[in-house]
């Protein structure tokens, strides 16, 4: 019914900056929120940041001031620009959204697949 396919991880140094971006696409109505969680090696999914499709936001303590959840609501695609990385950033990073598929409000809610982000010190 609905896909979300994330792109824009890769291996970046301290201090360093990349853009991540989730599209998604299917049986689409309306986006209600999407998010970006990540997981690294032997740790719990943990979220990032989340972003209403009217804009409101929300961060993680460990990346608010460094890292920006947005949406272009018309491409359905939410990006994260995250400068100021750290070693402790690199994880696998998952995009999340909730979804209503139709008229009569059914809601899909679902996962990517992942993007690798590597931050080196």
């Known amino acids: 019914q609905v896909q979300l396919v994330e792109s824009g991880g890769g291996l970046e140094q301290a201090g360093g900056s990349l853009r991540l971006f989730c599209a998604a696409s299917?049986?689409?109505?309306?986006?209600?929120?999407m998010a970006w969680y990540r997981q690294a090696p032997g740790n719990q999914r943990e979220l990032v940041a989340t972003i209403s499709s009217g804009g409101f936001t929300n961060y993680a303590d460990s990346v608010k001031g460094r890292f920006t959840i947005s949406i272009d609501n018309a491409k359905n695609t939410v990006y994260l620009q995250m400068n100021s990385l750290k070693p402790e950033d690199t994880a696998v990073y998952y995009c999340?959204?909730?979804?209503?598929?139709?008229?009569?409000?059914?809601?899909?809610?679902?996962w990517g697949q992942g993007t690798q982000v590597t931050v080196s010190s």
């Open positions: 299917g049986s689409i109505f309306r986006i209600n929120d």
């Open positions: 999340n959204a909730e979804v209503v598929i139709s008229p009569d409000e059914a809601t899909w809610y679902g």
